[in-house]
C-alpha cells in the first residue's frame, strides 16, 4: 500500500512564500515521477510543477520563475517553495507521485493541503 501525505499548507499574504511538503511511503516503492496540481474553486485541476527521478523539472508557465519542486530520492519526499505568492495561486494543492508496478505505472495521489494566499 503506498500512501502520499502533503503538509505545509496555510494562510499567507500576497507577496509572501510558503513551502509545501510531500512524502510518498511504501515497501519496495520505485518512483518516477512526483510533482503537484492544484484546484481553485469552480476550476479544474491544473499541474503546478513535476520532477523525474533525473532531478529535471517542468513547471506551469503561471508558477515559473517563482515557484521551485526539488526532490530528496532517498526520502521519496518532494517540496514546492512557493515565492511572491497571489491571491490567484489560491487552491487546494494535491502532490501525486507516479510509482513503477509490475505493469506500467500506478498513480498515487495525496489528500490535498490548503493554500490561501489574502491579506
Known amino acids: 500500500q503506498v500512501q502520499v501525505v502533503e503538509s505545509g499548507g496555510d494562510l499567507v499574504q500576497p507577496g509572501g512564500s510558503l513551502r509545501l511538503s510531500c512524502a510518498a511511503s511504501?515497501?519496495?516503492?520505485?518512483?518516477?515521477?512526483m510533482g503537484w496540481y492544484r484546484q481553485a474553486p469552480g476550476k479544474q485541476r491544473e499541474l503546478v510543477a513535476f520532477?523525474?527521478?533525473?532531478?529535471?523539472?517542468v513547471y506551469a508557465s503561471s508558477v515559473k520563475g517563482r515557484f521551485a519542486i526539488s526532490r530528496d530520492i532517498a526520502k521519496n519526499t518532494v517540496y514546492l517553495q512557493m515565492n511572491t505568492l497571489k491571491p490567484e495561486d489560491t487552491a487546494v494543492y494535491y502532490c501525486y507521485a507516479s510509482v513503477r508496478a509490475n505493469v506500467g505505472t500506478n498513480v498515487y495521489w495525496g489528500q490535498g493541503t490548503q493554500v490561501t494566499v489574502s491579506s
Open positions: 520532477i523525474g527521478s533525473a532531478g529535471d523539472p
Open positions: 511504501g515497501s519496495g516503492l520505485s518512483i518516477y515521477t
